[in-house]
């Protein structure tokens, strides 16, 4: 079964999909992006292209290699990405062929459904409370909010109370019996993360998500050092090796890699067996479209440290185009009480609307990050 074609899709919200056809007809799809640098993954990929028209697609592991390595110049978020892309094609292609999940490929189910959050608040969270509820009321047992806006290298403590009296108003409105993740987002500095870290800690964060930038990782042993919260990091890391320093600091509790970036699936079971060696659990990044959430479920099925997952529906970024309205059947991501149960569909076990793929591929993209600004003029960290 050889590789045919590869044929980009560059969709809304802030998406790229891509089709790989063998020669005797069987479609596979994956999700090569990085948010914001939509068309430098595509160059990416269709580069990358030459080494894959004509090739065995059943070998995947060999075309992983092949592309990571046969460059010379290795690693980073355009690169993996573009590989991720590709990679979760080809399993969607492999299990198709077989006529089972990629779970099923991967060693086989270790759990029958698997937890998720919602994302509430935006990127400069307000009304957090009333979110809270809402969702609470969809069934979720998780959510996951922005802890702050902008943050100076040294900041205010009228900040640090503002992100204090977000968590504590969702606290009084819902109690403890919905957990919350807090995502620092990469926009605090090591001096104001462990005020941070020490100061929301009475109210029983899930976890805190990247309390620094990850060129930083050297400083989370001494951020854990102020909370017993757990600490959670790695959607902007890549490949095992990206990953292996990380774990040998031993102040990460979650890593959270995500399928579209980091390397697809296989590369990232590969960072999950590490991090289940280091007894660091899973919960896979995935604030983007249905592909890379059912690569990240397809994962989540199989492996023993995955502990819950995040996926997009209603998230803020997902303006006019949202997660189900390019799937055949949205029921697949069904949510209940919190949960999505584990399907015995091949493949990825999603079927794509092609022709609303195309359509919105029509429209497109082009979506930026915004760039935030501290007082004074300088530049911050979104």
Known sequence: MKIRSLELFKVPPRWLFLKVTTDDGVIGWGEPVVEGRADTVRAA????????IGKEAGNIEDLWQ?????????????????????????????????????????????RDKVRVYGWIGGDRPSDTASAALEKAAQGYTAIKMNGTEELDWIDSY????????????????????????IDFHGRVHKGMAKILVKELEPFKPMFIEEPVLPENNEALKAIAGYTSTPIATGERMYTRWGFKSLLETGAVDIIQPDLSHAGGIWE???????????DVAVAPHCPLGPIALAASLQLDFCTPNAFIQEQSLGIHYNEGSD????LADPGVFEYKDGYVTAWNK?????????????????????????????????????
């Open 268 to 278: 990232v079971r590969k960072i999950a067996a590490m991090a289940e060696a280091y």
């Open 158 to 181: 009228g900040k640090v109370e503002a992100a204090v009296a977000r968590i504590a108003a969702i606290r009084e409105a819902v109690g403890y019996g919905l957990d919350v993740g």
């Open 45 to 52: 990929v269709e580069e990358l292209s030459d080494y894959l």
């Open 66 to 110: 092949v592309l990571y390595r046969g460059g010379f110049y290795r690693g980073g978020p355009i690169l993996t990405s573009a590989i991720s892309g590709i990679e979760q094609a080809l399993w969607d292609i492999k299990g198709k062929r077989l006529g089972v999940p990629v779970y099923e490929l991967l060693g086989g189910k270790v």
């Open 346 to 382: 091949p493949g990825l076990g999603i079927e794509i609307d092609e022709e609303k793929v195309k359509e919105m591929a029509a429209i497109g993209h082009s979506w930026r990050n915004p760039v935030w600004r501290n007082r004074d003029g300088s530049i911050a960290e979104w």
């Open 323 to 326: 997660l189900l309205d390019y």
